[in-house]
């Protein structure tokens, strides 16, 4: 069996940790599997190289800081390489070219454009475990590159897809996909299975134990990804294709996100493409837009609330308020969360969004915004009932079962 495992910072954080990695692949490579493993830089080792950068400039070139970022990765694949090497196993370690890795040219947050995977297939050939730098590619310049937040899983969901592996696995300090945060429900279980669009929801909402772009390649390549954790032999959680077995369960989780804050324009001129200009404005200043909701005008006025990233408040404010001429008053409010309830049953199942506004009614939580989609029903509340909310939805929705 062809495997990718990738390990992430964590996983890699000290010596001992790379020596516990390279034992694990180790009992891999025991057991007859062909092995790729994709690694991250050891845990702090980016924000260090960030920190040595801004000492010279606030403002670096991009070009120059991909150049610097993905020596992280580089030195975490060598060491992993020359560990397995000293307990008698053939290793060799790749940069991103030498795997083969080709992106487009936006430096710092690159998208892989395709893979000749020919290297790597000579190196298995060989009987060789391969060890690649993760977060990394190059240009059709020949430039380095680097893939942003979560690149590893990126580079290893992509690399399985080039060489048809038969699974990926993702490797954290956390053991799989569970029903809700532990930190928070402490009943919260691990799921066995979950599909993909479902992660994908969880992901998005909150969930940080698989970053989306990988979920969404994953599905498109169709590859089997396990999030498991490498300081545990748990079995981990298997996002796949959706079955009918995933439509019997009801909902898969809960989740709650505090990284939010509501804008509320009172008053806003109700002529045609207002809203257009408003939400262009903001995508052109890169504010992440998430929950909208405008009520019916009257007296040529009518109101539009909607959702932003806590940290793209700031921006947010500067582009409402140069449209003071068309707006009476703005409201913002840092002190809320969304929780959301996710789960492929609400295909087949009614009922679900109103178990979900009973329960928050019977804690005495108002609802201020409210936004579904086929498999999630999320709603904007006080950020102080973020918690006894998920609880209360985790026990309705009887997850801990």
Do not use: W
Not at 201 to 224: C, D, P, T, Y
């Amino acid at each position: 069996m062809l495997i990718v495992q990738k390990y992430g910072g964590t996983s890699v954080g000290g010596l001992d940790r790379i020596e516990n990695v390279a034992n694990r692949v180790a009992k891999a490579r025991k057991e007859g599997h062909d092995l790729v493993v994709v690694v991250s830089a050891m845990s702090g080792e980016t924000n260090k190289l960030i920190e040595y950068a801004n000492h010279f400039s606030s403002t670096p070139e991009k070009k120059e800081m991909d150049m610097l970022l993905s020596s992280g990765e580089r030195v975490t694949a060598a060491l992993l390489a020359i560990a397995l090497q000293s307990k008698g196993f053939d290793a060799t370690a790749m940069t991103g070219r030498q795997a083969g890795i080709v992106t487009d040219d936006t430096h710092t947050y690159a998208r892989i454009e395709s893979i000749d995977p020919t290297a790597m297939y000579n190196a298995i050939k060989a009987g060789k475990i391969i060890i690649v730098a993760g977060f990394q590619g190059i240009n059709k310049n020949g430039a380095v590159t680097t893939l942003g937040r979560g690149g590893s899983d990126l580079s290893a969901v992509a690399l399985a897809g080039a060489l048809k592996a038969d699974q990926c696995e993702i490797y954290s300090d956390v053991d799989g996909i569970y029903t809700t945060d532990p930190r928070i429900e402490p009943n919260a279980k691990k799921l066995d299975s979950i599909s993909y669009d479902e992660m994908l929801e969880l992901s998005s909402l909150g969930a940080k134990v698989l970053q989306n772009r990988s979920v969404e390649l994953a599905k498109k390549l169709k590859v089997k990804l396990y999030a498991k954790s490498s300081f545990s032999e748990n079995e981990g959680t298997l996002i796949t294709e959706e079955s009918n077995s995933m439509e019997a369960v009801l909902v898969s989780g809960v989740v709650l996100d505090k990284n939010q804050a509501r804008v509320t324009l009172r008053g806003v001129v109700d002529r045609p493409g207002i809203a257009a200009e408003i939400f262009t404005k903001l995508a052109d200043e890169n504010v992440n837009v998430d929950m909208i909701i405008q009520n019916v005008g009257t007296d040529g006025l009518t109101n539009l609330g909607f959702t932003v990233p806590q940290s793209e408040l700031d921006n947010a404010k500067q582009v409402v308020e140069s449209f003071g001429h068309d707006i009476q008053g703005i409201d913002f409010d840092e002190y809320v969360c969304k929780v959301s309830v996710v789960g492929v049953g609400m295909k087949s199942h009614s009922g679900v969004a109103a178990t979900a506004f009973t329960v928050l009614a019977d804690n005495n939580i108002n609802i201020q915004m409210i936004s579904t989609s086929e498999i999630k029903v999320s709603m904007v509340i006080d950020e102080k009932y973020g918690e006894l909310a998920i609880r209360t939805l985790h026990e309705a929705y009887e997850l801990d079962k």
